[in-house]
């Protein structure tokens, strides 16, 4: 009877959690969608480098694009986004993508972060399951992550790539290992298909799935088995990945890590102009961003109009001596003659390189000046709030290092790796959810101690309800059986006398 009684409270407890969840995700899909189709937020018919691939790709070009004055096949953007809009173009006939049908499939995807978001606090949390369903409500609900479905960038599905994968590396993977190492290594590869800076983060999630499967099976470090089972996950990223990696050496004629734009985006952020990112902040910008009717499409064109009213800094640089320098290069090979420049003008002016690595970490955890978006009053507070509550979760949940390392380093790399190239509002988007763990981790305590009172209020209001019978408050509200009479404990081998007296009492009577 016991265990069937553990089985039925097991069951009923998965029952009432997958409501839950299904709940969390309709709340996430729904603001995502009132967003985008009731307040008129979307991408304007903006999908940059993406669309134009995109369109190159319907109409017979292949994977090609415009880039630095050559138009011709590229691999300036990683493949599986603007193949992505490609194939969204089914919902148009086939001429051209939709972006709408696009926008409504990331709203989906932003209900799976939010999703994965809960599922990694449960994993780190086992015992405190409200750490997990704090931490998927804020990504439900938080403002930036709602924003960021309803416009056409990758962002969104490396967030979503990348939560999932910290979700893998820190999951125990129960009785099917190999099953769980393929599943990371999978989910790695489409993380570098689809941003592959998310290489930066990958080393620390491998580490922490073969820590994971060492602890598990009771393994040393160098034991056959999780060795055996990270070589997997390695080798099923390669494979992953290695259909493009041969295309790209077919196009280039040399080997090309997905992008062959890192020594461009390391220029972008370090050249003689740069202010760290790839813009160039603009006075007139300002009087545009404030130009609006007051409602959010209002307010979101009048950032888009200020968003390109900024300068680029290739068409302050490059574009008037209309790209000449590369003509004949190819795009690797002009790649690397823009990091060249880059390196000569930090090797000229180090201080000023150093001054541009401090200003990228303050515009990555708070507020990025080149961005008119970012000047958004909403945004701003969303910022604050998040910064305030993230250092409050690290400073409560610090004596759980040893769970939160893996979230810990993947941010640590992600940041160092920003703060040392280039940066921009939306990198930081893909690692929120991880901090979303940790503010949930600190809002815990508080939430459990606002429950206690709770439900001691509610009680306390249930006992004095008026117009209610004394039976209805004790098993509708209470539940709770009469106290039980005090028998006083007697040392051992000695019955209490009162206890003493009703036995001779009944044996009499017998």
């Known amino acids: 009877m016991p265990s069937l009684a553990a089985s039925f409270l097991s069951h009923v407890s998965r029952y009432r959690s997958g409501w839950g969840l299904a709940l969390l995700g309709a709340v996430a899909v729904a603001a ?21 691939i995109a369109k190159n790709l ?8 415009k880039f630095l004055g050559v138009d011709g096949p590229t691999s300036q953007q990683a493949p599986l986004y603007p193949y992505l809009l490609a194939a969204s173009s089914l919902c148009r006939g086939g001429s051209a993508p939709s972006l709408r049908a696009v926008e409504i499939l990331q709203c989906f995807a932003g209900a799976g972060i939010a999703l994965a978001v809960a599922g990694l606090g449960w994993t780190l949390y086992p015992r405190q399951r ?23 960038q990758v962002v969104v599905w490396a967030t979503l790539l990348l939560t999932l994968v910290m979700l893998a590396a820190c999951r125990a993977p129960g009785n099917r290992p190999m099953v769980s190492s393929i599943l990371l290594g999978l989910l790695a590869g489409l993380l570098l298909l689809v941003e592959p800076i998310g290489a930066v983060a990958l ?30 996950t390695a080798a099923v990223a390669l494979v992953v990945i290695a259909p493009w990696l041969v295309r790209n050496h077919r196009v280039h004629g040399e080997f090309v890590f997905v992008k062959s734009t890192f020594g ?27 130009n609006h009717d007051g409602t959010l499409a209002g307010i979101h064109r009048a950032l888009w109009q200020a968003r390109h009213e900024t300068i680029y800094i290739d068409d302050l640089l490059l574009q008037p001596g209309g790209y000449q320098e590369f003509q004949g290069l190819s795009e690797p090979a002009r790649s690397r003659l823009l990091a060249a420049r880059a390196v000569a003008a930090i090797q000229h002016d180090p201080l000023r390189y150093l001054k541009l690595c401090a200003q990228r970490f303050r515009y990555f955890l708070t507020i990025d000046a080149t961005n008119p978006k970012a000047a958004n009053p909403l945004y701003r507070a969303t910022t604050a ?62 939430a459990g101690r606002l429950g206690a009172h709770y439900r001691a209020a509610w ?7 008026p117009g209610r019978s ?25 019955p209490h006398r009162r206890a003493h007296r009703s036995i001779s009492a009944d044996s009499r009577a017998e």
Not at 276 to 287: F, H, N, Q, R, Y
Not at 398 to 422: E, Q, Y
């Open 32 to 52: 995502r969608l009132g967003l985008l189709l009731i307040a008129g937020v979307h991408a304007e018919g903006n999908a940059y480098e993406h669309g134009e």
């Open 58 to 65: 319907l109409a017979g070009h292949g994977f090609s694009v």
């Open 130 to 152: 409200s750490v997990g369903w704090c931490a998927g409500a804020i990504a439900a609900v938080f403002p930036t992550h709602l924003y960021m479905a309803t416009q056409i």
């Open 203 to 232: 080393p620390v999630a491998a580490l922490a799935a073969w820590r994971r499967d060492c602890r598990q099976h009771g393994a040393r470090w160098y034991s056959r088995g999780p060795l055996a089972r990270a070589a997997l």
């Open 264 to 290: 461009y985006a390391f220029w972008q952020g370090n050249n003689e102009a740069s202010w760290g990112t790839d813009k160039v902040p603009k006075p007139t910008a300002e009087a545009l961003r404030i």
């Open 385 to 446: 709030a998040w910064l305030v509550l993230t250092v409050l979760g690290l400073l409560v949940s610090r004596s759980d290092w040893r769970t939160l390392w893996p979230t810990w380093g993947v941010c640590a790399a992600i940041t160092l790796f920003h703060t040392l190239t280039i940066t921009s509002a939306r990198f930081r988007l893909p690692l929120e959810p991880l901090t979303f763990v940790w503010i949930a981790a600190g809002l815990a305590p508080l």
């Open 459 to 465: 009680a306390a209001c249930a006992r004095h309800w």
């Open 470 to 494: 004394p039976q209805w408050r004790d098993t509708r509200v209470l539940r709770r059986e009469p106290p039980a009479p005090h028998i006083p404990l007697s040392p051992p081998g000695r």
